[in-house]
């Protein structure tokens, strides 16, 4: 890419509420059958336009055909009973009734694909596809069947990397893995967490991302926000061998977040989504402060591997707050792409 700065989201958009109850993750289809079909891909159109409006250089799907950014890929694969239901910790943090695998999980057919190719079809700009990574997979589900989370990790690895080759094809530019649980399961991050996403990644040409946040802005992420103290160094764990990895490029979070900025150093040589948006607050940042993050991120990454984004999916947001998100993103990324041409 050409563009000094090119900037994306790290995920989700908020949906019309045509489509799904607003400001809700897990939010119901309010449509079924063909009618939902081709809602979702009205939404994905007008997500698109709002994107593209906002100047957003790689586009996406805005997650608009998914209810979650986990489950739904899940729903698609063979092997998991939805009405069997356990309770689990999601990312130890709090407890949900998920799903159970109940047999050897596989795809039976593509899951993202057609509407990779539908949004392809809309547009000529780059295009990133998130997906959820092996870890994040694992951590919502009861395994009855493998009883190793690391064994249920490296299937899915292989199903992802099926899923993303045929999203590959379908002209996707980049690929994203969306792994939440690499700040948490720290151990398991550097056994195999990381050797599985590089399985996902196996082959594939384009370009890969992995997306590593401190999650949405639900009561249960700030609760745990509020515990991590003064300086979150969560991701100092993983990015030593992050570094070493095949993956192309790190999203991470930075506005508003206690993570030191310095921490970025470990990944040096890759290229780095910088969230300059918080996706936490209704609160618009201004163009200067997404600026002066963008500022402080080029002290540890060098300006041609800056990527500038959201810290985390926007899916529970108003649509006038990501809308105002994304603008303020835009402008802050375009004052900093003035300020190294001179
Ligand atoms: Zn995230």
New binding site residues.
């Given amino acids: 890419m050409t563009l000094l700065l090119p900037t994306s989201t790290?995920?989700s958009l908020p949906k019309p509420s045509w489509l799904a109850e607003p400001e809700k993750l897990w939010s119901p289809w309010k449509l079924q059958g063909d009618e939902l079909i081709e809602a979702k891909q009205d939404a994905l159109r007008v997500s698109l336009q709002e994107q593209r409006q906002a100047g957003i250089d790689i586009v996406s799907d805005g997650e608009q055909t998914r209810q979650h950014f986990v489950t739904t890929f899940i729903e698609h694969l063979d092997g998991v009973d939805f009405e069997s239901r356990e309770t689990v910790k999601i990312r130890d943090r709090y407890e949900a009734s998920v799903p159970s695998v109940v047999g050897a999980v596989s795809r039976p057919q593509p899951v993202f694909v057609d509407d990779a190719k539908f949004l392809r079809a809309q547009t000529d700009q780059p295009i990133k596809w998130a997906l959820p990574g092996p870890m994040t997979m694992i951590d919502t589900l009861y395994d009855g069947h493998y009883k190793s989370r690391e064994k249920l990790a490296w299937e899915f690895a292989k199903i992802l990397n099926q899923e993303a080759k045929e999203l590959e094809a379908a002209g996707v530019d980049i690929i994203q893995f969306?792994e939440?649980a690499f700040n948490v399961f720290f151990d398991d991050v550097n056994d195999w967490g990381i050797a599985t996403l590089e399985r996902a990644i196996e082959g594939l040409q384009c370009e890969t991302a992995v997306?590593i946040?401190y999650?949405y802005g639900i009561k249960a992420n700030n609760d745990w926000k509020k515990t991590l103290g003064s300086e979150w160094r969560q991701y100092e764990q993983a990015f030593p061998k992050l570094q070493q990895s095949a993956i192309d490029i790190v999203s991470l979070e930075c506005q508003n977040s206690h993570v030191p900025m310095d921490l970025i150093e470990l990944i040096r040589g890759k290229k780095v989504m910088v969230g300059a948006i918080d996706v936490a607050t209704n609160d618009i940042e201004t163009p200067e402060e997404v600026a002066d993050t963008l500022r402080k991120a080029l002290q540890f990454v060098d300006a041609e591997k800056l990527y500038p984004s959201t810290n985390?999916?926007m899916a529970p947001l108003s649509r006038e707050v990501a809308r105002g998100k994304l603008q303020a993103l835009s402008a802050g990324a375009a004052i900093v792409r003035q300020e190294l041409s001179i």
């Fill in positions: 790290a995920g969306d939440p997306h946040c999650g985390c999916g």
